[in-house]
């Protein structure tokens, strides 16, 4: 029965794309499950998992590391890495290409077919541009969430700049008010939930409190949500969730 399968441990799955491409995935079942979501990390997006589910890079992003409270909250969850023929070099350059939507399209049907729940795209910082570009691709998903969003870019095209207006299905934006970094300053996140008109459903959510250690782009930054994990987490999970 949809969304009922008892918990399971995670498993690696190799997605097959395009021809001769696989799109590796870490699957975290969840317990009752009522939604499904497909997580973007930022960064170059190579998170290198291995076939044990271990994590060669980024395991220390605000996805990557809360993907568990989004199995607790009844969302089964797929963590994407980059496509074998993108790896070691990661997603620089290819967010926004058709073929990284041929790979996000065949993760999204393949998560549908385990679980026969809706799917979501999830992205965080540059993984936002993932989400948002293969959504208006039409991938199939059900949903999206845009947290931490690259709101400003010199070397390609921000979230902003995407006809994000176009999107026909429920979308969140989610930002902390103490976000400086120069590629996603929440002085620019309320405009982009305003360019939203297409959406069936939307909202705006903004956060503070936490703390921000390092460079302010970075994980455990304000922009990473840094001690504020479930709070945002709860908020991401109550929107899927609505009807």
């Known amino acids: 029965m949809a969304g009922s399968v008892a918990a399971q441990a995670p498993r690696v799955v190799d997605v097959p794309t395009r021809p001769g491409v696989t799109e590796r995935i870490l699957y975290l079942p969840a317990r009752d499950a009522k939604a499904a979501a497909i997580l973007f990390a930022g960064g170059h997006g190579g998170l290198a998992i291995d076939a ?26 797929a963590v994407i890495d980059a496509p074998s023929d993108k790896l070691p070099q990661g997603l620089g350059g290819f967010r926004q290409t058709p073929e990284h939507a ?14 026969k729940l809706p799917v979501w795209l999830v992205g965080t910082s540059r993984g936002t541009q993932s989400a948002a570009a293969t959504a208006l691709a039409g991938v199939g998903a059900d949903g999206v969430v845009l947290t931490s969003t690259v709101l400003y870019e010199s070397r390609g095209r ?64 304000y922009h990473g949500y840094n001690g504020i994990e479930p709070q945002v987490v709860d908020a991401i999970v109550a929107f899927m969730l609505a009807r």
Do not use: I, Q
């Open 102 to 115: 041929t790979d996000v399209r065949a993760v999204v049907e393949w998560l549908r077919n385990e679980t």
């Open 52 to 77: 044990a589910g271990k994590f060669g890079w980024g395991g220390g992003n605000f996805l990557v590391r809360s993907r568990t409270l989004f199995v607790e909250r009844g969302v089964a969850v």
């Open 158 to 221: 921000p979230v902003n700049a995407m006809p994000v207006e176009r999107l026909t299905m429920p979308v969140l934006v989610v930002h902390h008010k103490g976000d400086v970094c120069a590629g996603s300053p929440y002085s620019l996140a309320p405009a982009l939930a305003d360019k939203l008109t297409g959406a069936s459903r939307k909202a705006f959510v903004a956060f503070d409190g936490g703390r921000t250690e390092g460079d302010p782009c970075e994980a455990f930054a």
